[in-house]
């Protein structure tokens, strides 16, 4: 059974860094696409970054934040800098088998919220 799991979320400034983990039961995350998405109030959830051979990023985050992980602990991290009131949303992990599938197994998300 999958299971991800984030955390690190929580209240920062602006101009502030948080980095938020994702820890993968019953699957590998250095064979699957592992996906951070996010979704403010109001609005439709958006890709943040994936990473599998190599990372990937939305426009909006490119510079400030970097996927990471850690194959021997199972987990992929998002290390957010420079974050703006616009980041606040809650943040997802996600995974998927191969970039031709959608994704298909879902964390609980974790809530980050900047202020000004």
């Known amino acids: 059974q999958v299971q991800l799991v984030e955390s690190g979320g929580g209240l920062v400034q602006a101009g502030g860094s948080l980095r938020l983990s994702c820890a993968a039961s019953g699957l590998a995350v250095n064979t699957y696409y592992m996906g951070w998405f996010r979704q403010a109030p109001g609005k439709e959830r958006e890709f943040v970054a994936a990473?599998?051979?190599?990372?990937y990023y939305a426009d909006s985050v490119k510079s400030r934040f970097t996927i990471s992980r850690d194959n021997a602990l199972n987990i992929v991290y998002l290390q957010m800098n420079s974050l703006k009131p616009e980041d606040t949303a809650v943040y997802y992990c996600?995974?998927?088998?191969?970039?031709?599938?959608?994704?298909?197994?879902w964390g609980q998300g974790t809530q980050v919220t900047v202020s000004s």
């Open positions: 996600a995974a998927r088998w191969d970039a031709s599938h959608e994704y298909d197994y």
């Open positions: 990473i599998r051979l190599r990372a």
